[in-house]
Nanobody, 124 residues
């Protein structure tokens, strides 16, 4: 079965850190760009970060730039989202997704595979 599984979510205080993981099973991530999305209650899902298959290209939404870092370890078939300086407005369900793109490209549309999400709650 081809799937992505997110982990690492939880409850954290404002200013805290979390590291999300996105692990693929049934296929290898080597040639896939990876994107992270989030959906807060009552809001549309938004793309917040992506990384190309070569790791040469990364993108960040303005809302997370300077606080979140995307990375990948193809040997572990896993991508990561390091989240620092978390704010209450970062509370959301976080999803990872993968798609085949040119080696140095990543974006937030046309995703081939999606995970089911992991909940991040930032609250004191």
């Amino acid at each position: 079965q081809l799937q992505l599984v997110e982990s690492g979510g939880g409850l954290v205080q404002p200013g805290g850190t979390l590291k999300l993981s996105c692990t693929a099973s049934g296929f290898t991530l080597d040639f896939y760009a990876i994107a992270w999305f989030r959906q807060a209650p009552g809001q549309e899902r938004e793309g917040i970060s992506c990384i190309s298959s070569t790791s040469e290209s990364t993108k960040y939404a303005d809302s997370v730039k300077g606080r979140f870092t995307i990375s990948r370890d193809d040997a572990k078939n896993t991508a990561y989202l390091q989240m620092n300086s978390l704010k209450p407005e970062d509370t959301a369900v976080y999803y990872c997704a993968a798609d085949l793109r040119p080696p140095d490209d990543c974006n937030y549309y046309g995703m081939d595979y999606w995970g089911k999400g992991t909940l991040v709650t930032v609250s004191s």
